[in-house]
Nanobody
């Protein structure tokens, strides 16, 4: 049974930082491309960042988080991370990690999802 479990969310002031973690089990983690997505109330789930399988040599970010967020992975720990700096109130959302076999940037191309972790940024 595949499980993705996010952690690290919480309440932070604008300008602050959070590091999200996503621990994977039940799949060959190193062979999966991983992504982070966010969903604010009343909005669709949107792509934030992706990292390629194996060495993670390829990454991609949506424009709104470039220079502020960094995705990384530790295959020995079956974990993908999202370091979030310079957080803004508009970053408030539920954050999800997801796994896919093929390189993908849209939510519909990801097969396995975590349950999400809430991030709230106060002004």
């Amino acid at each position: 049974q595949v499980q993705l479990v996010e952690s690290g969310g919480g309440l932070v002031q604008a300008g602050g930082s959070l590091r999200l973690s996503c621990a994977a089990s039940g799949l060959t983690f190193s062979s999966r491309n991983m992504g982070w997505f966010s969903q604010a109330p009343g909005k669709e789930r949107e792509f934030l960042a992706a990292i390629s399988d194996w060495s993670g040599g390829n990454t991609n970010y949506t424009d709104s988080v470039k220079g502020r967020f960094t995705i990384s992975r530790d295959n020995a720990k079956n974990t993908v991370y999202l370091q979030m700096n310079s957080l803004k109130p508009e970053d408030t959302a539920v954050y999800y990690c997801a796994a896919t076999r093929r390189w993908a940037l849209s939510p519909g191309e990801y097969f396995y999802w975590g349950q999400g972790t809430q991030v709230t940024v106060s002004s």
